[in-house]
């Protein structure tokens, strides 16, 4: 029996140049005896939407996209408790943090050709307040709304430039707020400019970790919370201590891992998902599901 794909592409991913691939893609699926049904995300037709229409008539998907597109995947998954379902994925997006994370190809098409031949890595996924999903990072605070505020047409003229243009806006006026967190029977409270809870290795475009520090299917988050510095030469020694990796020994930075963490807020806030808006709210509980999917990749050096 052959294996059923489905190929979920966002056409309009980092320069939108995955659809002068598809035929291409299509050719090099069948040719390892695969059944393939491709499907295009569209604004009122997701990528979540066509996973639950097709999930009675697939082994694996493909997904073809940027990291939003393969948050609803997984969303769409996670939802219909859909384990028996590989996936795949060809990272198109503009950033591509969780591509990174796993030393994958970027905008490389070539694990079409040997997808049954790749490598299966198991994965945690985030539960974010019961009813949504999260791959690799949920945040609030100074620039998290940069991915989604940024509009597609500067995305696809400028890149991740388009990114930086809008973060250099966003630091003109740092709003702090008063947040409590608890987290293995343990908890805190302070005012931030920023929290975060990851399970990657870049963020946003940047990396935030040593690559040894970070574990994709160790059942715990990496939680950092940022104080707003008082003088000028806090942020030069926030900004230092960002390039060398080491947040224990600034007390403007909260570090911590953990499987569990609540977060409660004096007044509501914006919260994303994997760089997408995920709420304005003064309540969040976070839950690592541990080894929750299983991604099929082609490292690099492999392709």
């Not at 988050?221 to 707003?228: G, H, L, S, T, Y």
């Not at 020994?249 to 806030?269: G, M, S, W």
């Not at 914006?270 to 839950?287: C, H, K, M, Q, R």
Request: net charge neutral; glycine share 6%.
């Amino acid at each position: 029996m052959n294996i059923r794909v489905l190929v979920i592409i966002n056409p309009t991913s980092g320069r939108g140049n995955i659809k002068n691939y598809v035929t291409e893609i299509k050719k090099n699926l069948e040719e390892q005896q695969m059944q393939v049904n491709i499907q295009f995300t569209k604004k009122e037709y997701n990528a979540k939407n066509i996973v639950i229409d097709n999930i009675e008539q697939v082994d694996l998907i493909l997904v073809c996209g940027g990291d939003g597109t393969f948050n609803e995947t997984i969303s769409a998954l996670m939802e219909l408790n859909a384990k028996e379902v590989s996936i795949a994925y060809i990272p198109m997006g503009t950033t591509n943090d969780l591509a990174k994370s796993l030393a994958m190809p970027i905008k490389d098409i070539s694990i079409t050709k040997t997808l049954l031949h790749s490598k299966a890595k198991i994965l945690d996924v985030g539960k974010f307040n019961h009813d949504k999903y999260f791959c690799y990072v949920t945040a609030f605070g100074v620039m998290t709304d940069v991915a989604y505020r940024t509009s597609q047409k500067a995305k696809n003229k400028y890149g991740r430039l388009a990114y930086y243009m809008k973060a250099i806006k966003e630091l003109i006026k740092i709003p702090t707020y008063k947040v409590k967190i608890a987290f293995d029977e343990e908890e805190l409270e302070g005012e931030f400019i920023y929290g975060g809870i990851s399970n990657s290795e870049s963020i946003a475009g940047f990396k935030w970790f040593r690559p040894e520090d970070i574990n994709l299917a160790d059942g715990k988050f990496e939680a950092i919370f940022i104080r707003k510095p008082k003088k000028l030469s806090g942020y030069i020694r926030l900004l230092n201590d960002f390039r060398h990796k080491d947040y224990m020994i600034n007390r403007d930075f909260v570090y911590f891992k953990a499987n569990k963490i609540t977060i409660t807020t004096e007044k509501n806030v914006d919260w994303t998902i994997d760089g997408e808006y995920a709420g304005n709210l003064n309540f969040v509980e976070i839950e690592n599901c541990h080894k929750a999917i299983e991604l099929a990749i082609c490292e690099k050096e492999q392709c």
